[in-house]
């Protein structure tokens, strides 16, 4: 990072977001840097999005698949390269940047140009940090949930600062450079995160389908994702191993009967490794019903919908709650003495099971989902209890190794995103001087 120092006389802007700023800027209201511009759109030109990271750029450029189209393309209006777009109801999660792009949007975006002397670069850095210290999100009226209304009406007189332009040039161009850097640095660890995975995910396979013993004499599985298997091991639909509850269908009347209050768990609830406890919603049932679905310590978790290569990857209740009941949408999973919940577990997040429900599960608009009868009928290899607990605890000791790893890589990339973060707010706000930084 090049080092840079603060101005030498600062004073007070009355603004509380920006502080103190330098004595030689001024404060302005937005609409006096900025001309709105609704143009009518070209039909021919492809849609362009103003994502929450920053980018405005053709929705194409970023993917093709996962949107809502609308049947008419009623208001659209059009963008032009360097336009400075506000997306009124994503601009307080940072919807907001310059467009690199020539089309056509919705009319929920604000679309201006600059005036001379003001840098649109400049200005979507500072309208960002705004909208991520929540600014925005105190000013604009909420209308759906994690959005606002923030319309031109309101944006054209948010106060912003004034830095002569020379100095909003060197802005820009000393937060590109450094940001460049801090997110170069950031791809490299989220690099090494994506392989410590794939060495996680290989090593768990090898062993939940070869076994331990690299000199054991294998057989054909019979399962075309499986391949071949230890000889000693049985292939089995896991549905000769385990027993499978139902849980508590939402939206019962049970008005006229005496109930209890449980807390239950929901698909939200249930991750892929864990049991995520923030938020444990509470049901009303007959206790004869809520004994059908209540949880045991032991049971392992699955989800029947979801992302499709997510689909049925469990977890193990360890009873942190109880009594607690689940859902229909959650499968309860109880092994017998015939397999170990953690080497199933396991054995659904290897390469085998992925292909098994990847290629079975129901895709709909948003979500895939599975059933109890693909479920049970997953044929694994199986080996023998003993060998279980060995492969068990094998996968613990080197999954704890690389998940360690990962660990330090994320908290790495947590320190650089703060560090990027924490420059581009220093030097918008002018608490930091940069222009011999870009000398």
């Known amino acids: 990072m090049t080092p840079v120092g603060q101005y030498s006389d600062y004073k007070t802007s009355g603004i509380d977001w920006l502080g103190d700023i330098p004595t030689h800027w001024d404060t302005i209201k937005l609409k006096n840097g900025f001309d709105l511009h609704k143009r009518p759109a070209v039909k021919s030109a492809g849609i362009v999005t103003a994502f929450r990271d920053g980018q405005v750029t053709l929705r194409s450029n970023r993917r093709i698949d996962g949107y809502t189209e609308g049947d008419k393309q009623i208001g659209y209006q059009t963008i032009h390269p360097g336009d400075l777009v506000i997306h009124a109801m994503d601009a307080f999660a940072g919807a907001i940047g310059v467009s690199d792009s020539f089309g056509q949007s919705t009319p929920v975006y604000s679309v201006c140009t600059p005036k001379s002397g003001f840098n649109s670069y400049f200005y979507a850095r500072a309208l960002r940090h705004i909208a991520l210290t929540g600014y925005i999100t105190s000013l604009a009226k909420g209308v759906r949930e994690r959005s606002t209304d923030f319309r031109w009406a309101d944006a054209k007189e948010l106060p912003v600062p004034r830095p002569p332009l020379e100095e909003q040039d060197s802005i ?97 609830n249930v991750q892929i490794g864990y049991v995520d406890l923030n938020e444990v919603k509470e049901i009303d049932l007959p206790k004869d019903v809520a004994t059908t679905s209540m949880l045991r310590a032991g049971d392992v978790l699955m989800t029947e919908g979801g992302d499709r290569d997510k689909l049925a990857r469990g977890c193990i209740w360890e009873a942190p709650i109880a009594p607690c009941v689940h859902q229909n949408h959650i499968f309860a999973v109880r092994t017998g003495n015939q397999l170990l919940n953690k080497f199933l577990v396991l054995a659904l997040d290897a390469d085998p099971a992925r292909a098994y429900f990847y290629l079975t599960g129901k895709q709909s608009t948003n979500l895939a989902s599975t059933n109890s009868t693909t479920v049970k009928n997953f044929r694994f290899g199986v080996p023998p209890m003993v060998e279980q607990h060995r492969i068990v605890d094998h996968l613990g000791r080197k999954t704890r190794l690389i998940d360690d790893l990962m660990d330090k890589a994320n908290a790495v990339i947590s320190t650089l995103k703060e560090r990027r973060s924490a420059l581009i707010s220093a030097a918008v706000t002018g608490k930091i001087d940069v222009r011999e930084g870009v000398a």
């Open 172 to 268: 820009v161009a000393y937060l590109d450079r450094e940001t460049a850097q801090i997110d170069e640095l950031v791809t490299k660890q989220e690099r090494l995160i994506e392989l410590l995975a794939e060495k996680r995910q290989a090593i768990i396979t090898h062993a939940v389908t070869k076994g331990l013993d690299p000199a054991a004499p294998t057989k054909p599985s019979g399962v075309p994702w499986q391949g071949p298997v230890p000889e000693h091991w049985t292939v089995q639909p896991l549905k000769n191993l385990i027993r499978m509850q139902t849980g508590v269908t939402l939206g019962k009347d049970f008005s006229e009967l005496e109930t209890e209050t449980y807390p239950y768990l929901r698909v939200a």
